[in-house]
């Protein structure tokens, strides 16, 4: 046999105080959410980052281990030098996994690089300087606010030996 409850005939509404409850915890929701979601593109501009110091840092230590007579400079523009093959994409060594070439697509986003060597002259005419400074600049854009970015190193190159 059932037993039935004689339910209350008032009707009930949430108080001021319950709603309140509710919408706190609905903000506290929605800022957990948002704050999380800001990491994820801190993390993703950081990944930018690291694949331009890449990209740059590739350029620095090629040069590094390149002779000075290999390397060329910005007013000679030799077609069979360093320089050349990194600020154009149509030299034979580009098609290998290996070749430097100006722009690099990583991830769906376009890196530009852009690499110069200057002589620096030396202080007396009668010896050379044998040194040359390196310049390059690594831009791209960020997928998040389509904001322009870019990162440069300038270090120093010098043939002695």
């Not at 930018?48 to 000679?76: C, P, T």
């Not at 030799?78 to 070749?99: C, I």
């Not at 050379?128 to 400074?133: A, E, H, N, Q």
Request: proline share 3%; charged share 25%.
């Amino acid at each position: 046999m059932y037993t039935f409850v004689k339910i209350d005939d008032r009707r009930r509404a949430m108080t001021f105080a319950e709603i309140l409850i509710a919408g706190l915890f609905m903000a506290v929701i929605f800022a957990i959410g948002w704050f999380i979601s800001n990491s994820f593109v801190g993390v993703k501009k950081v990944r930018d980052y690291e694949n331009a110091i890449f990209l740059a840092n590739q350029a620095v230590e090629a040069v590094r281990v390149a002779r000075s007579n290999e390397l060329g400079s910005d007013k000679d523009k030799g077609k069979n030098t360093l320089l050349a093959d990194f600020n154009s994409s149509g030299n034979h060594y580009d098609k290998d996994p290996g070749g430097f070439v100006p722009e690099v697509v990583i991830g769906n986003i376009k890196y530009h690089r852009k690499v110069s060597i200057e002589e620096v002259p030396s202080k007396n005419k009668n010896l050379p300087s044998c040194l040359k400074m390196i310049h390059v600049v690594v831009s791209w854009k960020s997928k998040e606010d389509n904001e322009p970015l870019k990162y440069e190193i300038v270090t120093a190159h010098c043939d002695l030996w």
